[in-house]
C-alpha cells in the first residue's frame, strides 16, 4: 500500500525493552521461586520485590542470598536450595526475562505502569511503585519492526460475520505489507484470536502477550495450539505472570491490555466501550506517549461504541479516523507537530480506502450474507423454489400438533460446532462463511450438510452422548423456551428435524427420567443418561420440555422420506435454508400452515 509505517514520529517503547543477561535472569527467577514459597505469587507485589532487586544489582548467588535474608526473614537453607533449583528449571525450558520502560525513572527499575501497592509490611512493598517490571518470555519477541495491536471491547459470544467491527479488521489487514509491520497480539478473546489468526494466515510476524500465566508451559501451550495450529510453536510470548493463579482473571486481561497499548506503536480501535477498563488503558498510554490510532467512525454511537468516540474527540492529533463506506484519514494538519504531519501526509491515498468503499457497496441489502445472496440469486425460478412449494403436501395430515413426532431443535451455537475447531470456527469468520454466524438456523443447515445429529454430553451426567427430543411441536414452543443466562442463548429456537416417535423407539430413544439426586441412584448405569435433575421450584424443574434422549449420533440417511420432515418458522428462513442444501427429508414453515 502507498502509506509506510515509520517509527521515525514516535516514541519506540520496544527500544527499550531489553532481555536480562542470564545472570540477573537467574537472580531474578530464584526470588520469584522464594516469593511464591512466601506466599506471593505474583501481581504488584511480586513486582514491586523484582524492582527492588534489579535496582540493588543483584547478580551473583552471594548477592541473592544476602539480599532474600534480608528481604525475607523466613529464608533458610532449605527455602535457598528450593528456589535454585526452581530457577534453574525454568532456565532449562526456556524461560527468559525482559526489562522495559524508562529505568532511569525509577532509579533502575523498569516498568511504566503505576500500581497500588501501597503500605504493608513486606519489604517487597515499600520502595517502587512500578508494575510489571519485567515481562516473562518464551521464543524470541525481538522483531525488527514496527509493532500494530488491535483492540476491541467484549462482545456477545454470538458474532455475526457481517458486524461492522469483523469487516473492518479484515479489510484493514489487507491493506497492510507484512514486511513493513508485526502484530503485538494476544489471546483469550475472540477478537484478539482473529487479529491473530488473520494476521498468521497473511504472512505477518507477532508476539503474543498472554492473559496468563508462563507457568505452566504446557498450558500457553495448549491455548496457543487451539488458535494457531501447527505453527503455534514459532510465536513467541510475553506475560507479566510467571505463575498461575498470580492474579485474578479480571485483572490479568486488564494487565494485558495495558502491555499491548504500551508495546505497540501502532493501534487499530475497532469498537471500544465507554468507562471501561480497555478505553482507559488508552486514554493512558495516549496521555503519556501517544501511538498512532486508527478508529472505526463509531456512525450511530452506541454503548459498544462510544469509546472510539471518545478518543477521535480527546486525542485528535493522533487518530485517523476510519469509515466503512469511504475509509479516510482526518487530521488538522495545522494543529500536527512537523513529523505528524509527514506521517499524516503519507497516510493520504491509502489503497484500502477505496477497497473498503467497494467492498461495502457489494453486501446484499436483503439481510442476508453474501454467499446467501449469492446462492439465493442463481436459484431463483429453479428447481429449488418449485420444490419448496410441494413439501407440505407430505407432511401427515389430520391433528396439526403431529402428537406421532418428535422434535429435536437446534440453536444457535456460540464457538465451534461439534467436530469443528476453534481455528476453522475463526477461519470461517474471517472469510465471512455464510454460515459462519451459527445461527439456529445455520446449526439446522449444517446438521443437513452433514446429514447427521450429533450427539453430545454437555448437559448429561456422565461421558454419555445423547440428541434431546421434545415432543413438544414448534406450537406449543412457548411452553418450553426459556432463556439459559449461563449459556446466552434460548433453551430452544423454532428450527430442527421431527422424527417419528415409533422410529427414534426403535434405534433406541426413550423419555427422560425427572427426579431429585435419590432418583439418580436408583436408575441403573445403563440408563444414567436419561436422567435430568429436576426440582419442585419452577426455574429448577424441566419437566415442562418433556424430553426424550436418543444416545450417540443419528445419521439422517436411515430415515425414509415418511419418517421425518425438517421444520423452520418462516417462508423466508425456507428460502434461505434451501439455497444452502437440498434435504431429503420434507421442509415445513411453520408460520405458513394454516
Given at each position: 500500500?502507498d502509506f509506510?509505517?515509520?517509527?521515525?514520529?514516535?516514541?519506540d517503547?520496544r527500544?527499550?525493552?531489553v532481555?536480562?543477561?542470564d545472570?540477573?535472569?537467574y537472580?531474578?527467577?530464584?526470588?520469584c521461586?522464594?516469593m511464591?514459597?512466601?506466599?506471593?505469587?505474583g501481581?504488584?507485589?511480586?513486582?514491586?520485590?523484582i524492582?527492588?532487586?534489579?535496582?540493588?544489582?543483584?547478580?551473583?548467588d552471594?548477592?541473592?542470598?544476602?539480599?532474600l535474608?534480608?528481604?525475607f526473614?523466613?529464608?533458610?537453607a532449605?527455602?535457598?536450595?528450593?528456589?535454585r533449583?526452581?530457577?534453574?528449571?525454568?532456565?532449562?525450558?526456556?524461560?527468559?526475562?525482559?526489562?522495559?520502560?524508562?529505568r532511569?525513572?525509577?532509579?533502575?527499575?523498569?516498568?511504566?505502569?503505576?500500581?497500588?501497592?501501597?503500605g504493608?509490611?513486606?519489604?517487597?512493598?515499600?520502595?517502587?511503585?512500578?508494575?510489571?517490571?519485567?515481562?516473562?518470555?518464551?521464543?524470541?519477541?525481538?522483531?525488527?519492526?514496527?509493532?500494530?495491536?488491535v483492540?476491541n471491547s467484549r462482545?456477545?459470544r454470538?458474532?455475526s460475520?457481517?458486524s461492522?467491527?469483523?469487516?473492518a479488521l479484515?479489510?484493514?489487514?489487507e491493506?497492510?505489507?507484512p514486511?513493513e509491520?508485526?502484530?503485538?497480539?494476544?489471546t483469550?478473546?475472540l477478537?484478539?484470536?482473529?487479529?491473530?489468526?488473520?494476521?498468521q494466515r497473511?504472512?505477518f510476524?507477532?508476539?503474543?502477550?498472554?492473559?496468563?500465566?508462563?507457568?505452566?508451559?504446557?498450558?500457553?501451550d495448549?491455548?496457543?495450539?487451539?488458535?494457531?495450529?501447527?505453527?503455534?510453536?514459532?510465536?513467541?510470548?510475553?506475560?507479566c505472570?510467571?505463575?498461575?493463579?498470580?492474579?485474578?482473571?479480571?485483572?490479568?486481561?486488564?494487565c494485558r491490555?495495558?502491555?499491548?497499548a504500551?508495546?505497540?506503536?501502532?493501534?487499530?480501535?475497532?469498537?471500544?466501550r465507554s468507562?471501561?477498563?480497555l478505553?482507559?488503558?488508552?486514554?493512558?498510554?495516549?496521555?503519556?506517549?501517544?501511538?498512532?490510532?486508527?478508529?472505526?467512525?463509531?456512525g450511530?454511537?452506541n454503548?459498544?461504541n462510544?469509546?472510539?468516540?471518545?478518543?477521535?474527540?480527546k486525542?485528535?492529533?493522533?487518530?485517523?479516523?476510519?469509515?466503512l463506506?469511504?475509509?479516510?484519514?482526518?487530521?488538522?494538519?495545522?494543529?500536527?507537530?512537523?513529523?505528524?504531519?509527514?506521517?499524516?501526509?503519507k497516510?493520504?491515498?491509502w489503497?484500502?480506502y477505496?477497497?473498503?468503499?467497494?467492498?461495502?457497496?457489494k453486501?446484499?441489502?436483503?439481510g442476508l450474507?453474501?454467499?446467501d445472496?449469492?446462492?439465493a440469486?442463481?436459484?431463483?425460478?429453479?428447481?429449488?423454489?418449485?420444490?419448496?412449494?410441494?413439501?407440505?403436501s407430505?407432511?401427515?395430515?389430520?391433528?396439526?400438533?403431529?402428537p406421532?413426532?418428535?422434535?429435536h431443535?437446534?440453536?444457535?451455537?456460540?464457538?465451534?460446532?461439534?467436530?469443528e475447531?476453534?481455528?476453522?470456527?475463526?477461519m470461517?469468520?474471517?472469510?465471512?462463511h455464510?454460515?459462519?454466524g451459527?445461527s439456529?438456523?445455520?446449526t439446522?443447515i449444517?446438521?443437513?450438510?452433514e446429514?447427521?445429529?450429533?450427539g453430545?454430553?454437555?448437559?448429561?451426567?456422565?461421558?454419555?452422548?445423547?440428541?434431546?427430543?421434545?415432543?413438544?411441536?414448534?406450537?406449543d414452543?412457548?411452553?418450553?423456551?426459556?432463556?439459559?443466562r449461563a449459556?446466552?442463548?434460548?433453551t430452544v429456537?423454532?428450527?430442527?428435524i421431527a422424527?417419528?416417535?415409533d422410529?427414534?423407539?426403535?434405534?433406541g430413544?426413550?423419555?427422560?427420567?425427572?427426579?431429585?439426586?435419590?432418583?439418580?441412584?436408583?436408575i441403573?448405569?445403563?440408563?444414567?443418561?436419561?436422567?435430568?435433575?429436576?426440582?419442585?421450584?419452577?426455574?429448577?424443574?424441566?419437566?415442562?420440555?418433556r424430553?426424550?434422549?436418543?444416545?450417540?449420533?443419528?445419521?439422517?440417511s436411515?430415515?425414509?422420506?415418511?419418517?421425518?420432515?425438517?421444520?423452520?418458522?418462516?417462508?423466508?428462513?425456507?428460502?434461505?435454508?434451501?439455497?444452502h442444501v437440498?434435504?431429503?427429508?420434507?421442509i415445513?414453515a411453520?408460520d405458513?400452515?394454516p
Amino acid at each position: 500500500m502507498d502509506f509506510r509505517f515509520s517509527k521515525s514520529a514516535i516514541y519506540d517503547l520496544r527500544s527499550k525493552m531489553v532481555r536480562l543477561d542470564d545472570r540477573t535472569a537467574y537472580c531474578v527467577l530464584a526470588a520469584c521461586a522464594l516469593m511464591k514459597k512466601c506466599g506471593i505469587t505474583g501481581g504488584a507485589e511480586q513486582h514491586c520485590g523484582i524492582n527492588r532487586l534489579l535496582g540493588a544489582g543483584v547478580r551473583t548467588d552471594s548477592d541473592l542470598r544476602s539480599w532474600l535474608c534480608a528481604s525475607f526473614p523466613a529464608m533458610n537453607a532449605s527455602l535457598w536450595d528450593n528456589c535454585r533449583k526452581q530457577a534453574d528449571e525454568f532456565v532449562e525450558k526456556g524461560v527468559k526475562l525482559f526489562t522495559w520502560g524508562d529505568r532511569s525513572a525509577s532509579g533502575g527499575a523498569g516498568g511504566v505502569f503505576l500500581a497500588a501497592a501501597e503500605g504493608g509490611g513486606n519489604p517487597g512493598r515499600r520502595s517502587h511503585r512500578h508494575c510489571p517490571g519485567v515481562l516473562f518470555g518464551k521464543g524470541d519477541p525481538q522483531i525488527d519492526l514496527p509493532l500494530l495491536a488491535v483492540f476491541n471491547s467484549r462482545k456477545p459470544r454470538l458474532v455475526s460475520p457481517d458486524s461492522n467491527w469483523l469487516k473492518a479488521l479484515s479489510i484493514f489487514f489487507e491493506g497492510l505489507d507484512p514486511g513493513e509491520i508485526a502484530l503485538a497480539g494476544s489471546t483469550g478473546t475472540l477478537s484478539y484470536d482473529l487479529a491473530s489468526t488473520l494476521a498468521q494466515r497473511s504472512g505477518f510476524a507477532q508476539i503474543l502477550v498472554a492473559p496468563f500465566a508462563l507457568i505452566p508451559l504446557n498450558h500457553a501451550d495448549r491455548e496457543l495450539l487451539k488458535t494457531y495450529g501447527e505453527g503455534a510453536s514459532g510465536i513467541p510470548i510475553l506475560s507479566c505472570m510467571l505463575y498461575a493463579g498470580s492474579c485474578s482473571t479480571k485483572q490479568a486481561a486488564v494487565c494485558r491490555d495495558r502491555i499491548l497499548a504500551a508495546l505497540a506503536n501502532f493501534h487499530l480501535v475497532l469498537e471500544i466501550r465507554s468507562g471501561g477498563n480497555l478505553l482507559a488503558a488508552l486514554e493512558e498510554i495516549q496521555g503519556q506517549s501517544p501511538r498512532h490510532q486508527f478508529v472505526l467512525d463509531p456512525g450511530n454511537i452506541n454503548s459498544s461504541n462510544a469509546g472510539n468516540y471518545t478518543l477521535l474527540t480527546k486525542f485528535p492529533e493522533h487518530t485517523h479516523r476510519l469509515k466503512l463506506d469511504a475509509v479516510h484519514a482526518e487530521k488538522d494538519e495545522g494543529r500536527l507537530s512537523r513529523g505528524d504531519a509527514e506521517h499524516a501526509e503519507k497516510c493520504k491515498g491509502w489503497r484500502f480506502y477505496s477497497k473498503l468503499e467497494t467492498e461495502n457497496s457489494k453486501l446484499p441489502q436483503d439481510g442476508l450474507s453474501r454467499g446467501d445472496a449469492e446462492h439465493a440469486e442463481k436459484c431463483k425460478g429453479g428447481h429449488v423454489y418449485s420444490k419448496l412449494k410441494t413439501d407440505n403436501s407430505k407432511l401427515p395430515q389430520g391433528n396439526s400438533k403431529l402428537p406421532n413426532f418428535l422434535f429435536h431443535y437446534t440453536r444457535a451455537c456460540a464457538g465451534p460446532w461439534p467436530g469443528e475447531t476453534y481455528r476453522q470456527y475463526l477461519m470461517n469468520l474471517l472469510d465471512r462463511h455464510p454460515l459462519s454466524g451459527h445461527s439456529a438456523l445455520e446449526t439446522l443447515i449444517r446438521i443437513i450438510e452433514e446429514a447427521r445429529i450429533r450427539g453430545a454430553s454437555l448437559m448429561v451426567r456422565g461421558r454419555e452422548s445423547v440428541i434431546s427430543w421434545s415432543s413438544h411441536p414448534p406450537q406449543d414452543l412457548f411452553l418450553m423456551r426459556k432463556w439459559n443466562r449461563a449459556l446466552i442463548r434460548w433453551t430452544v429456537e423454532p428450527y430442527g428435524i421431527a422424527v417419528r416417535r415409533d422410529v427414534l423407539r426403535s434405534l433406541g430413544a426413550k423419555p427422560a427420567i425427572y427426579g431429585g439426586e435419590q432418583t439418580y441412584g436408583r436408575i441403573s448405569e445403563a440408563e444414567k443418561y436419561r436422567f435430568q435433575l429436576s426440582r419442585s421450584t419452577p426455574s429448577s424443574s424441566w419437566r415442562h420440555e418433556r424430553e426424550w434422549r436418543l444416545p450417540g449420533d443419528l445419521v439422517l440417511s436411515r430415515l425414509k422420506p415418511g419418517d421425518g420432515f425438517v421444520f423452520v418458522k418462516t417462508e423466508e428462513e425456507k428460502a434461505k435454508l434451501c439455497s444452502h442444501v437440498e434435504p431429503e427429508l420434507s421442509i415445513v414453515a411453520f408460520d405458513a400452515l394454516p
